[in-house]
């Protein structure tokens, strides 16, 4: 494994386009492969629920209609097994397919296009190695005019860069390393980067935090309220490997993603994605956000629910616990501008990430049955603005049409 | 016709708390293990919700988590001139059901027992003669020390987090906690839980009398804290609903929060629940068990063979699968010859309640073993010559709890309903302070466990059948100490104290304990014991039996710290003896 990472990271720091040595079905590319798949964290969306691996299925939930993931086993009628090498770098790099159409961006070719050559063979050798899966998917169940894959072609025109990672030879291989990871196969804007009306990425808000799917993926630029400001490198590395740390613990998407790709990451690529995250620019370097004050009626009543309710874990102080309760004090998600998280999380709970590194799993409960609309905005509202938070007030109409789409809400 | 599963290296009966000990020990070894519970998967984010896991009704008064009669019961009888009945609604005891057993439920004391009460019989005779034991106990050494047992009592106590104060360090007096504990290695985990109002004028009275009280040994978290297998508590909120509750805060030890969340990552561990164990297997020679059968929720019957079988199922069904799999010769109490059923034991309790007009201690604010304990009177602590009894109490003064449903304490005459009891229980909710004895249990030839000739349980196999009243050195032993307790009452001086002694005979009816001790009891002789040293059955020596069914006799303090200890010595001697030469680790 650490010859692997030696060999990306001379490739990378060179330019070179000869990473590894040997045939597409040797043991090593396989298994520079399956790194690889594991770091981009293929099977996350590749897999429906209770399905085999990779034979794809999964319905996203986009806002322009849900697109099922495709099946990906070597499956010569309905996986990708009569692919060549070059028909699967297409698909990544520029999001074509063997037939000439175009993909839907839920599939990130949009950060996959970054990927080198070499990095989509190992995939595709590893991919063909798998057991072939006959089952057909239905991938496109977009509503008119969406469904009409043409549209992409203007899309891409729009929102669509292609071209490999090219390292900057002003940084050090390690940060290269973690950007090519940042940026490409980890595809981490994909949630992080809120998306234009197109649901193309805007870039002028380059990892400053998104919604999707009923969850707020955070800002991850270096701000210190929003983002990552206050987090070391090692904060970084050991939620990314473990779900969580002294300050939180992942949640949600994040949560599916450390245990299923992040936490299997090696040390080296954990710790180049932090020098690279950490060398980002606050997104907001004046923010001065200031707090609801404290006699507000909101917070007031906000205070005596939070009291009763949530200072048994979090404690009066808003730090919790590390490994167990995550601190609201500080936290960059409680403060985020959108408070979606926080009402999913209140309303109908959340497991926190569960590794070998921090096995116990914790468990939020759900709320729903015991605070109404009013009195989770209250909470929450509280949180946002205790501790020296400062975040917008949340509104019970809000909380009202999340509890909806609530299940059991 | 039982379906036959892949083979296993180990097969469990239960996932309790020694379960998942014995569990994670052995795949640590690399071995796969399976573990069969018969009640329902639990854990705490799902199942222990902190919006209704605080539900004394569906909790307290229904009894959510405990095992139902109708899966199983036991029939009992106070002597062997009586005709048994079935126990159809459990009060006495409460066993658990499901995974975690009755480690979800419990208060959390967590005691080690004293080096004197391993060496029950042999002590007493040293110390007092002969001839000083009562004919009417049939009280027996373990077999092993606790000496011995220290650095697996060290192993429970770090993987629980306990709460406590070290009495002991290696043999000096550390100037505060139990001045009479036998020495340990290190301090406990975790230091003791802010003590509250009432224990705290307890001690202080207790003092007074010349009595050396100490905070009791909790698996109430008193701070955040990680395990060795890197799992994490939280503190306690002092909610006061640990018995009878399962904790929602990952502050109250139990196999959900200490052991099962790194046990299920492993890719060499299977828990299948609601699973009943129907017999453990024996090959044609009776010596080797082949592994066991076991009904699924649906009715369908299942083999699942192993090297090694490990039952780690609450007394009763340990018991009582050995008698169903013909595994040792069952006890009978006229000829005290057999071994299964054994020494079957309880605990024996008395209490006392003081009523006060001037004081408030705000009772709800209480957790499961927030306490303090006198240890004065227990066990050979104090000096039994010229007394006519063996054994002895712990004092404690632990207020579990002030829940609205059970907990409303009225002075004796008071109606049991109307408008003069609400008006009790209102004066008296806040400023009445109860404390207990927990007494010793000694065996004696006619408390056992054996197999009903009439009752079956719902698969037509025979209900286990108790035998049991106090024995008449209990109750001496009990009245003696609860007089010394009552002093500390004195001290206090309140309006009115009401001192309940423990009496003949036993009843199954009012809740005392669910420390039911013995039945397949360690020891050295095979004639007198069912377990080896080790918890190994001298007669199939590829099964460990570990609980509190182990205990010859039980001593005055709750069992769950020695059965932890006990799961972590016998998985140390599977590990390091039984695996490189298979076979009995003592030779009969």
């Known amino acids: 494994m650490k010859r692997l990472i030696r060999y990306t990271l001379v490739a990378l720091a060179l330019g070179s386009s000869a990473a590894y040595a040997g045939d597409d079905q040797s043991f090593t590319a396989i298994q520079k492969g399956r790194d690889l798949a594991i770091l981009g964290d293929c099977a996350a969306c590749h897999t429906a629920p209770g399905g085999q691996a990779y034979a794809g299925g999964l319905e996203l939930q986009t806002p322009f209609g849900i697109i099922a993931s495709s099946n990906i086993t070597p499956d010569r009628e309905t996986g990708i097994g009569a692919w060549s090498d070059e028909q699967f770098y297409n698909a990544l790099h520029n999001g074509t397919t063997p037939h000439g159409s175009h993909l839907y961006p839920a599939m990130p070719y949009p950060a996959y296009t970054k990927l080198t050559r070499e990095d989509t063979d190992a995939i595709h050798a590893y991919l063909q190695t798998l057991q072939p899966v006959n089952k057909s998917v239905v991938t496109n169940r977009l509503p008119f005019p969406f469904n009409i894959r043409a549209d992409m072609a203007v899309w891409n025109a729009l929102n669509f860069t292609e071209g490999t990672f090219k390292p900057d030879p002003q940084k050090s291989p390690e940060w290269n390393r973690g950007a090519y990871i940042v940026e490409g196969l980890g595809h981490c804007g994909t949630c992080h980067t809120p998306k234009n009306v197109m649901g193309g990425d805007k870039n002028s808000a380059h990892l400053e935090g998104a919604s999707l799917q009923g969850w707020f993926a955070p800002n991850i630029t270096n701000d210190q309220r929003l983002g990552i400001g206050s987090w070391s490198e090692d904060d970084l590395v050991q939620y990314l490997k473990t779900g969580s740390n002294a300050r939180t613990i992942a949640s949600g998407p994040m949560a599916e993603e450390i245990e299923k790709s992040s936490a299997r990451w090696t040390d080296a ?12 620019k606050p997104a907001h370097p004046g923010d001065n956000a200031q707090p ?49 998280t926080l009402m999913r999380v209140v309303l109908q709970g959340s497991q926190g990430a569960g590794t070998s590194g921090a096995p116990t799993h914790p468990a939020m409960p759900s709320f729903s049955h015991t605070l109404n609309d009013d009195q989770v905005a209250s909470v929450l509202t509280y949180i946002r603005n205790s501790w020296g938070n400062a975040a917008s007030a949340v509104a019970g109409g809000d909380v009202k049409s999340l509890r909806k789409n609530s299940p059991g809400g | 016709m039982a ?32 573990a069969i519970e018969r009640g329902p998967w639990r854990d705490t984010g799902t199942d222990f919700n902190i919006n209704y896991v605080q539900d004394e009704l569906r909790y307290g008064i229904r009894l959510d988590l405990f095992q139902r009669p109708t899966q199983d019961t036991v029939t009992f009888r106070n002597n062997g001139d009586q005709t048994a009945l079935p126990v159809r609604q459990f009060g006495s005891f409460l066993p658990g059901n499901g995974v975690g057993g009755a480690g979800v439920h419990w208060n959390g004391h967590t005691w080690r027992f004293l080096p004197s009460d391993f060496r029950c019989r042999s002590h007493l005779e040293e110390r007092y003669g002969a001839n000083f034991i009562p004919s009417e106990l049939s009280i027996q050494d373990w077999g092993v020390t606790y000496e011995e047992m220290e650095a697996s009592y060290d192993k429970f106590e770090y993987l629980a987090g306990i709460s406590g104060q070290a009495g002991n360090l290696n043999g000096q007096q550390t100037g505060h906690g139990n001045p009479f504990e036998g020495p340990r290695k290190r301090d406990y985990p975790q230091g003791p839980l802010p003590m509250n109002y009432g224990p705290t004028i307890f001690a202080e009275a207790a003092r007074k009398c010349g009595y050396h009280p100490f905070p009791t040994p909790a698996a109430n ?4 804290y990680t395990n060795p297998l890197g799992l994490t508590m939280g503190p306690c909120t002092m909610c006061g609903f640990c018995e009878r509750f399962a904790c929602a805060n990952y502050s109250k030890a139990s196999a959900q929060v200490n052991v099962l969340p ?46 090694l079988v490990i039952s780690c199922a609450f007394i009763f069904e340990n ?91 009225t002075p004796p005459g008071t109606p049991k309903w109307g408008s003069e009891w609400k008006k009790a229980t209102k004066d008296h909710y806040l400023s009445t302070l109860s404390y207990s004895l927990q007494g010793s249990s000694y065996a004696s030839p006619g408390n056992h466990l054996d197999m009903d000739p009439a009752y079956t349980d719902r698969f037509g196999r025979p209900l286990m059948r108790m035998t049991f009243d106090f024995p008449d050195n209990d109750i001496r032993m009990t009245s003696y100490c609860t007089d010394k307790a009552a002093e500390i009452a004195k001290q206090l001086n309140p309006k009115q104290m009401v001192v309940s002694k423990r009496k003949k005979p036993y009843s199954v009816v009012p809740y005392q304990s669910t420390h039911n001790t013995g039945g397949a009891i360690m020891g050295t002789d095979p004639t007198k014991s069912a377990l080896n040293r080790y918890l190994q059955s001298w007669d199939v020596p590829n099964l460990f039996v570990i609980g509190a069914n182990a205990f010859p006799q039980n001593a005055g303090y709750n069992p769950t710290g020695t059965v932890g200890a006990l799961a972590f010595w016998a998985a140390e001697a599977i590990r390091t003896q039984y695996l490189k030469n298979p076979g009995a680790l003592v030779q009969a």
């Not at chain 1, 690529?269 to 980002?280: F, P």
């Not at chain 1, 490994?323 to 985020?336: D, H, M, R, T, Y």
């Not at chain 2, 009966?13 to 399976?34: C, K, M, P, Q, R």
């Not at chain 2, 978290?221 to 955040?224: A, E, K, L, N």
């Open chain 1, 269 to 280: 690529d954990l710790k180049a994605v932090a020098v690279y995250l950490k060398d980002l």
């Open chain 1, 292 to 340: 609801i004050a404290a006699d507000d009626k909101r917070m007031t009543a906000g205070a005596a629910i939070y009291k009763d309710r949530c200072a048994g874990c979090h404690q009066d102080s808003g730090k919790g616990g590390a490994k167990l309760f995550p601190a609201l004090a500080g936290s960059a998600i409680v403060q985020q501008p959108d408070a979606t």
């Open chain 2, 3 to 34: 379906q036959k599963l892949p083979h296993k290296d180990v097969v469990i009966i239960g996932l309790g708390w020694t379960a998942s000990i014995l569990a994670n020990e052995l795949t640590d070894e690399g071995l796969e293990v399976v």
């Open chain 2, 221 to 224: 978290s008193s701070g955040f």
């Open chain 2, 262 to 307: 790194h046990l299920m990552q492993k890719s060499n561990f299977e828990a299948r629940t609601n699973c009943e164990v129907m017999k453990i297997n024996l090959d044609s020679t009776g010596k080797k068990a082949t592994g066991v059968t076991y009904v699924d929720s649906s009715g369908e019957e299942w083999e699942q063979t192993a090297d």
């Open chain 2, 319 to 409: 018991v009582r699968l050995l008698m169903l799999s013909g595994i040792g010769e069952i006890y009978d109490p006229k000829t005290q010859k057999g071994t299964i059923g054994r020494n079957y034991a309880y605990q024996t309790n008395s209490g006392i309640q003081m009523f006060f007009d001037d004081k408030n201690f705000n009772p709800f604010i209480a957790a499961g073993a927030l306490g303090q304990s006198v240890d004065d009177f227990n066990g050979d602590n104090f000096d039994h010559s010229g007394l006519d009894f063996v054994g002895g109490s712990g004092f404690n003064c632990i207020p579990t709890n002030a829940r609205p449903i059970l907990n409303r304490p």
